[in-house]
């Protein structure tokens, strides 16, 4: 069955940075557009960045934009997200988030990991 | 940027009881390109109804979703235990970004 597993989350200060990884399986992982989407204490969803099945297209939300850096290895199923320049609004779990299907179109978050925590503090 | 509104902020039902949660968009959502999802504490999001009104694979029927537009509805016709959980309404036709409401908390009567 579909599995994203996140990793490298943890305690940084402000100012420092982390990779994230998302790894894979039970699926084309090459077949799909693929997501980060955060978790905020107190505040809800919030999607961070979009990437393309071949990396051509990556979005940001306005927050994030010069700070992160999303990007995929099709080769070994995983997906990335480096964040430098970290703030303390950028603490919550993160979410390796799937497209619900890999046809062309609009579609949704259809398949999520169980999270990677990041914390940002002095 | 569209601002989804979700309304109420939390409800108070009884397993069995019908659950009514609204979400309100501050511009028309293309294509009705609107899902909803489920928050159980200490697991990931589940996607519940997307394009409005479709259940995602695996999902009872027990939920609906209508509407169009700018207002959105999601509908548990019967409360069972594990609905008790936080509910997302999200657009993903005008993007990015796409958005999220900040959510309806269903929590025991």
Redesign the interface.
């Known amino acids: 069955q579909v599995q994203l597993v996140e990793s490298g989350g943890g305690l940084v200060e402000p100012g420092g940075s982390l990779r994230l990884s998302c790894t894979a399986s039970g699926f084309s992982f090459s077949n799909f557009y693929m997501n980060w989407v955060r978790q905020i204490p107190g505040k809800g969803l919030e999607w961070v960045s979009y990437i393309s099945i071949s990396s051509a297209t990556r979005h940001y939300r306005d927050s994030v934009k010069g700070r992160f850096i999303i990007s995929r290895d099709n080769a070994k199923n995983s997906l990335f997200l480096e964040m430098t320049n970290l703030r303390v609004e950028d603490t919550g779990i993160y979410y390796c988030a799937r497209d619900y299907s890999d046809t062309s179109g609009y579609w949704p978050l259809g398949n999520w990991g169980p999270g990677t925590l990041v914390t940002v503090s002095s | 940027e569209i601002v989804l509104t979700q309304s109420p902020g939390s409800l108070s039902l009884s397993p069995g009881e019908r659950a009514t949660l609204t979400c309100r968009a501050s511009e028309l959502v ?2 009705n ?1 609107l ?1 909803w ?1 489920q ?1 159980r504490p200490g697991q ?4 519940l109804i ?1 394009g409005a009104s479709s259940r ?1 694979t695996g999902i009872p029927d027990r939920f609906s979703g209508s509407g169009s537009g700018t207002d959105f509805t999601l509908t548990i016709s019967r409360l069972e235990a594990e609905d008790f959980a ?1 509910y ?1 309404c ?1 657009q ?2 005008s ?9 309806t908390k269903v929590e025991f009567k």
Do not use: D, E, M, N
């Open positions: 293309f294509g390109y899902a999802y928050l990931s999001p589940r996607l997307y995602a936080v997302y999200q993903y036709g993007t990015p970004p796409q958005t999220f409401g900040q959510g």
